[in-house]
């Protein structure tokens, strides 16, 4: 019965202890890397894309299998009936009703179409080598969307904690403010002035809180989390090397995107892709060439011999040779011919301003970086002086040399030059990943 009983309390501390390892492994919070991971694994688009991929796998596949002999095999069983009496080739009276087999083996091959099957078969690799382009694309952008997403709730998160430090500032001048208020030092209007700038700072932090909230949602939908999954990140700051970090070139940065980016280089091959096809379409205006075979017997039980000797005399074997020379096909060969020409000169425009798209946001982020940096360094020495000249303010205040608009002023410099400071540090981080990403190079989160 003891044994009973230890056995008993040693399953419940198992499964106490695998629960809650469990449950700490539920509430892990998420880091920027595994975010990134999750969705490059995990996102749906990306799935579906890796599904086509297989699908163009298959076609080509099947288009190169097109070189090789075809070869089939047929077989049909029949039965007769009739209403006259018959004879046989040895003058003997047959049945009425007859029964017959027939067999046949066939085969062909295109010995020459112009070129078409070697084109058409160049055609599916490069459309099979864009559509890899296109996974690893997707994966970048989803790459892209969850560093935006995951840097705002940071960034909500901070924004959190400047308005809390806001509140609280606030509170200590209210109860400062009660205080001299009861020795007369300051009016009561003074004192309603502290409160209400109090009540403020603490709607903004009901505000910011929201914020983060959202900003958690928005990175959840994005990772496609389930709804009982718990959600939270792991809090990283970025110090001045990370913000500061020298910024690169935009003409390389360019050069760089333009030469490595999976989207760049899908691009290109839709533009080979669509020159090939115009190939594909010339070759229909050229003879085709193709060979044919085919062996076939049968059986017919009114025949007076054997099955198997009927198998062997009733064999017939041909050959031959089919020639397909292209004359008049109501201008097809001629339409085909010109809408693949457009579909290129089409490609060529895609290509060109997709480029154009590219360099524009290059442009962009590399101008968002350096703007941004320099809103750093001027921000942190902005806020140097608005945390001196609040401290100041502060004292002046107490002293009965400062007013209570003047001290709310002052604070409110403080608090601001915090949030400008907090925006400028995100605005250059955020540029200088994506200006990594876009040279399509390992980023260092």
């Given at each position: ?26 509430t ?6 595994r ?14 894309q ?21 070869l089939?095999f ?31 083996l066939n085969t062909?091959v ?13 055609q599916?690799q ?29 960034y ?20 400062r ?7 007369g ?8 002035q ?16 929201n914020s ?5 949602l928005?990175?959840k ?15 990283t ?5 990370q ?10 940065v360019?050069?760089?995107a333009l ?12 533009v080979?892709?669509?020159?090939t096809?115009?190939s594909?379409a010339k070759?229909?205006r ?13 059986t017919?039980?009114?025949a ?20 397909s020379?292209?004359?008049f ?5 001629r ?5 693949a ?9 895609q ?7 590219l360099?524009?946001?290059v442009?962009?982020?590399?101008n968002?970086?350096?703007s941004?940096?320099?809103q750093?360094?001027s921000a942190k020495e ?7 000249s ?6 002046q ?13 002052e ?15 995100y ?8 200006l ?10």
């Amino acid at each position: 019965m003891i044994l009973q009983k230890r056995s008993v309390f040693v399953i419940i501390t198992i499964v106490f202890v695998i629960a809650g390892y469990t449950a700490k492994a539920q509430t892990t919070p998420w880091t920027l890397e595994r975010c990134i991971e999750y969705a490059r694994q995990n996102n749906i688009q990306i799935k579906s894309q890796k599904i086509t991929k297989e699908l163009s796998d298959f076609d080509l596949e099947q288009t190169r299998a097109q070189r090789f002999p075809t070869l089939n095999f047929s077989s049909n069983f029949g039965v007769s009936f009739q209403n006259t009496t018959t004879y046989n080739d040895f003058m003997e009276k047959t049945e009425a009703t007859a029964y017959s087999d027939n067999y046949g083996l066939n085969t062909g091959v295109t010995l020459y179409s112009g070129g078409k099957l070697n084109k058409t078969i160049k055609q599916k690799q490069i459309e099979n080598s864009a559509y890899s382009y296109d996974i690893e694309q997707s994966a970048l952008d989803i790459e892209i969307s969850v560093i935006q997403a995951y840097l705002q709730i940071l960034y909500a998160n901070e924004s959190l904690e400047i308005a809390e430090k806001a509140v609280a500032l606030s509170q200590t001048q209210v109860e400062r403010g009660q205080e001299m208020y009861k020795a007369g030092s300051i009016s009561k209007a003074d004192l309603a002035q502290m409160q209400s700038q109090n009540a403020s700072d603490k709607h903004q932090v009901t505000q910011a809180k929201n914020s983060l909230s959202s900003a958690k949602l928005s990175l959840k939908q994005l990772l496609e989390l389930e709804l009982k999954e718990n959600f939270d990140v792991v809090f990283t700051e970025f110090d001045d090397q990370q913000v500061l970090k020298i910024i690169p070139d935009l003409s390389s940065v360019y050069q760089s995107a333009l030469n490595n980016l999976p989207q760049m280089k899908s691009s290109a091959l839709s533009v080979e892709s669509a020159n090939t096809a115009i190939s594909v379409a010339k070759t229909s205006r050229l003879p085709t060439l193709s060979a044919s075979a085919s062996i076939n017997t049968g059986t017919i039980s009114s025949a007076g011999t054997s099955y198997f000797e009927q198998l062997g005399s009733k064999i017939n074997e041909n050959i031959g040779l089919n020639l397909s020379i292209p004359i008049f096909n109501n201008k097809q060969l001629r339409t085909n011919i010109n809408n693949a020409e457009l579909q290129s000169q089409s490609a060529q425009l895609q290509d060109m301003s997709l480029k154009k798209q590219l360099l524009s946001t290059v442009e962009s982020l590399h101008n968002d970086a350096v703007s941004a940096q320099s809103q750093y360094v001027s921000a942190k020495e902005q806020l140097d002086a608005a945390e001196a000249s609040f401290e100041l303010v502060n004292e002046q205040f107490l002293a009965g040399f400062k007013n209570t608009i003047e001290l709310i002023t002052e604070q409110n410099n403080y608090t601001n030059a915090l949030s400008t400071l907090l925006q400028s540090r995100y605005q250059a981080v955020l540029s200088l990943m994506l200006l990594d990403l876009y040279q399509y190079q390992n980023v260092n989160y």
